[in-house]
């Protein structure tokens, strides 16, 4: 009988001991638990800041794309006198249009013209405006001088139909005589 309370007793004492164990067990199992959890949780945010950080990147680099194009639209002091010069003949020649004669002018204030349309909005009155103006080889197609005041008004850097000396060509319906265009370049 002795033998068989000491069985007991080391019975009860393995299962007191298998509890008391289990329950340590339990407790540092949930401890790593919560561990595992806040660093998924750390690596999750870190991705989540990688996306952001991938994403502003990304946006940073459109913004620049914009802020170039931007800075495009008006002309350097430094360059903008061949810069026209060249960009008028490219676009004469696009329209089917001889450039006889170019003459610079001098640095007005942006002002608008009434009733003018222009491409891109540029804002009145605060820009510097140089002027050049151009004559054109007479006569002129009506078509092509369209074509090629709308390639002025689109143009980069900003360029604006300031006045037009035309007269009707005699013996032709679709042609007209330019005596001189007026162009405002907008120049930084």
């Not at 309370?5 to 949930?30: K, M, P, Q």
């Not at 032709?172 to 005596?179: E, H, P, Y």
């Amino acid at each position: 009988m002795k033998l068989r309370n000491a069985l007991i007793a080391v019975v009860v004492i393995l299962f007191v001991g298998a509890g008391v164990g289990f329950y340590f067990a339990y407790g540092w199992i949930a401890s790593y638990s919560q561990e595992v959890g806040s660093t998924v949780a750390q690596s999750n945010a870190s991705n989540s800041l990688g996306g952001s950080l991938t994403a502003l990147q990304a946006s940073l680099a459109k913004e620049q794309q914009i802020a170039q194009l931007a800075g495009g639209l008006y002309a350097t002091s430094a360059t903008w006198q061949t810069q026209v010069i060249k960009d008028v003949n490219t676009y004469a020649q696009a329209s089917g249009i001889t450039v006889t004669d170019f003459t610079l002018g001098s640095a007005t204030a942006a002002t608008p013209v009434p009733g003018a349309t222009t491409g891109a909005p540029v804002s009145a009155g605060t820009t510097p405006t140089q002027t050049i103006t151009i004559s054109l080889g007479a006569p002129v197609s009506y078509t092509s001088l369209l074509k090629f005041m709308t390639y002025i008004t689109y143009s980069i850097p900003k360029m604006q139909i300031m006045g037009v000396q035309l007269s009707r060509s005699a013996g032709s319906d679709d042609s007209v005589g330019i005596t001189s265009l007026d162009i405002g370049v907008y120049v930084r």
